[in-house]
């Protein structure tokens, strides 16, 4: 078992044709992702790598029977990739794009709430299920198949411990960063249900950071709902107040100083969950729960 | 981007927004002149982005000549709470009965804006926000639809609002919003509004935050970047196209990826260092980003050691590492001790790469950061 | 049993310091409805002959206990002032003002669909249930209480037939007149479903007139679903293609000529709807039915 | 208010829509100037609004300038289906390869906007519809967040419009769409859009309906009104505030309310005479404004007797009967019969006190509509 993605998801690829988007598409195909169309306007009738692309993805989803989206489109054009993707419509979208505008998110998102489709980032590395498939960038070598869920809103953090569980044995069911942006589809409340739907999955790593009250909202539905355990990482402790770090939803906001670390942590322990100060820490916490 | 107050009252008056008559000094004479042309009495105001500047002495209040002179003499080069004062903004005092707050911000909770009002302006809101979150009335705005007008009445009776000024309060909030929509604003804020014994609406202060993404569409805004910068090293890194936070320790930072420089910023100050700066380089790792990335470390003089911590995903580690030993072999020195540590995707073929004359390897994050807080402390000595 | 409006009705009036609010407010007053407050932007804290009014539709509904809006507002702010009483939210809004934008109310329309909320017309006369209560400005001295129930795009036209069905004593359970737009908010069908299933209306009048597809929508759900006998009227059969005649919705299209009075004609035909040629022969076909 | 095809060339020129070279004329000589200019070939097209123009002669094609001056002659003057031609517009002809059907309307029964394109273009598009609806492609558009970029190109690429041209097809349509929001328009439409050899994209015709209910807040379309007027009384009607539809048959109509009015035509029908017009004076009936649409009625060469309908609902029958007695004395002479019937609220009252003299008092709708036939009939002999 899994969440959200499996080999039977049927992947069109908006953006095939970009760089990163060809880049990437090979990548996911190699891993063994059922990627089975690209849409790019004005490109229809092409083919990357032997997959068909189409101008829109309402032709590629009908043609190809596709019920993922994995959005490799640049910022400007990205909020009509997915309203695009919403329209179809797809089961699942995955928004790689980083650098959308919060306004333009914010319009998707009211679209996003009137339709069954789930959407994962912006901004995010994409989604992965050990040895079956991934959407996204993530690169698919240090990931192995076992019993640990992990979500998270950083990239390099997610691998870097996942990294640290595959080095000790300790496999994954699936692994969902859901970005860095202020606005994002799945929230670590949705990614934490699934997992909890998940009879394979036995404990959780959720790797939260500073800026908004996700990780507080997490901590709230742990502590009421969830029987599988969870062990949290939250970075940015160091962060001042007032300053974006990298990530545009990673800011502490000034004066009143919401969205901070400890807020977070604090709010984590309160619902049992154990932080740990070094990513080592949290692999050591899961290794306990299993 | 965070628009300086003069910046955001230009913006707001063009928007049709009141805002007192002033005038941008960068020299005492200048700021006098501006008095003399404005008439007393005239506020004298520091630009630089930090709270609470009246407290600690940037904003004064003048009657004559003099006292303005005197005024800008103290605040003019003046340091404010570690900023310094290169501008004042001269400005005409409001005479006024009443200070409000209004608002627009971004949920992001709930993904749509918020437009806020209260009656208790001219405070710390934030602390009004804490103590009596009664005390400011929220109006969600439907991110499809926009502001629509019963929204601002909405928001300005129910916040209390005196019944002779709630129409132009209202009106004020609707042009503020349009403002926010029409400029990607991610935070709008007016505090105080204040309210004249005429009944007159006039905005005291502005903040005006600017979503970088969206400045690609604004280039009007984009202009205000760099006068914007409250840092040469922050300028600096616009330039470069990096994300960089600068702070006030002696450990410099360079990693990939958001979450995980943010982490080795915890783990310096974890291991009894003080991180220096927040850098992230992005994905992959070229010559030329990993030397405008030293650089930029390098240039900040209170750096005395640096911990260059990146995860190969899809890059792969050699190519990381080949990507360091270019750019480190540029210089002609490296001007501090610098550690690196790679992970991921072929890390040990990194590491055995790696030019050890010039850095130090380490094989863990958290050995690297340990290493890098010793090699600070033995400099700092 | 009546539909829509009751003595138990709390009525809020939008708009009743104008001069057409406060006249019309007066009369509805006189007929018994139940009229709690007014709202007027800046007008708070007055009284309208002892009617509270407030600056606020919500504060109205609030302190007063409003379930029920009727909106008197100029068409320039009358899309505002729908918006008002969808957000308060309101069991029912019956919108008098005629000439409100279409793409104003498009938008109205769009938002409505999101609510619970029963919007009648704009640009109708309003809705009676004789003896009890009535929103808006149909006459009410012409109205006697009975069991036939009353639906109109027009408004002197309905009176017309009213007066015929009275002075032939046919009484009405309630009378709705839908509005004269071509986008509002209770349809043909809508209030159609809502007399079939009030026990005391036996038979119904429906007054089409040519544009748009309505009629024929009812006459699709006239012969699937109800058991009321239902007698029509369409006016318009003299209408050139392409004119507004009045209601910015009594428009034939040009060319292919949709929205005429004869497809109107013809659906209801085949629905078993007999159509009048005269309101007199309207009446007849009521009578017959009773 | 339906635009004249060269007003709506200005404001698709204005928007940004790609129109041939065109000047407006209102004499041969005009014509041929302007035809001089341009350059041939040059379309000369009857400024009326009416379908079918080409068909029926008020479009000539030619090719230098005794052809011009013939076309002119043709056509300025001519009676197009009823219309008087005062003026042409003098074209560029489009060489094209392909003609496009595109149009932006409001779908009433989903309250929302429906864009719409067809490689049918240049064509009846109502017939195409009715025979082939799946040969225009509808994509309907969310009233809350306008046109998003990925539904012009959906609905392009799904009408089959060729891939070389997609592109800028879809821009034209999310430009008809901006223009169809921002100007409040009920209606655009260009057909043909024509494709030309290089791959040009030019609206050689333009349709564009204005509600009239948002003309307030349109002030530069507002003024465009009355040269959109196509009859010298429905200008007339503009000035007085009548709604005012203008037919050919000689029974003049005047009543209360659109509904009450329309059954009036149809029952002069029914009744075996022919309405020369609708006219609705709306609620009450003071002296003024009988005046005035008695005044429109009986401008009506046309008219050889008038019914005048009011159901009096809150207006009481005794003030209207008053009203309109005060109208009828204000006639020298009335110059036609007049019926009129009065319904409602103190009908009976009202009936009493009309003026016998001047006008034939009927009870019954059914009744007066009848005598106002059997008027027309007796008159017209």
Known sequence: MSILVDNDSRVVVQGITGGEGKFHTRQMVEYGTNVVAGAVPGKGGQEVDGIPVYDTVDR??????ADTSVVFVPPAFAADALFEALDAPLDLVVAITEGIPQQDMSKVYRKLRETDTQLVGPNCPGVIT????KLGILPGNIFESGNVGLVSRSGTLTYQVVDNLTKRGIGQTTAVGIGGDPIIGTDFVDALEMFENDPDTKAIAMC???????????????GEYMDTPVAGFIAGRTAPPGKRMGHAGAIVSGGGGTGTAESKIDALNDAGVPVGDTPEEVVDHIEGFL | MKLHEYQAKGVFADAGVPVPDSKLASTVDEAVDAAE???????????VQVGGRGKAGGIELVDNAEEAREAAENIIGMDLKGLHVDRVLVEAAVDFVNELYVGVTMDRNEGEPVAMVSTRGGVNIEEVAAEDPEAIEREHIDPAFGMQPY???????????DREVAGDVASVLRTLFQLWDDSDATEIEVNPLMITADGDVVAADAVMNIDDDALFRHPDLA???????EDDLEAKANEYGFDYVRLSGNVGI???????????????????????????????AKAERVTNALDMVFSDENVDAVVFNIFGGITRGDEVAKGINEALESFDEIPKKVVVRLAGTNAE??????????VTVEVTLEEAVQRAVEYAEEEAQ
């Open chain 2, 151 to 161: 929204e601002s009445r909405k928001a300005v009776y129910e916040a209390g609002v």
């Open chain 2, 349 to 358: 073929e990194g590491m055995d790469i790696l030019n050890t004359d010039l």
């Open chain 2, 37 to 47: 042309d404005i008439g007393y009495p005239v506020a004298i105001k520091a630009q």
């Open chain 1, 208 to 222: 939260g950071e500073i800026g908004g009250e996700d990780e507080e909202e997490a901590a709230r539905y742990i």
């Open chain 1, 130 to 133: 050990p040895g079956q498939a």
């Open chain 2, 223 to 229: 202009e205000m970047e760099d006068e914007a910068a």
């Open chain 1, 60 to 65: 590629a989803a009908r043609e190809e029977n």
């Open chain 2, 254 to 284: 360079i990693g990939n990826g958001a979450g995980l420089v943010m982490t080795t910023l915890d783990l310096v100050d974890y291991y009894g260092g003080e991180p220096a700066n927040f850098l992230d380089i992005g994905g992959g």
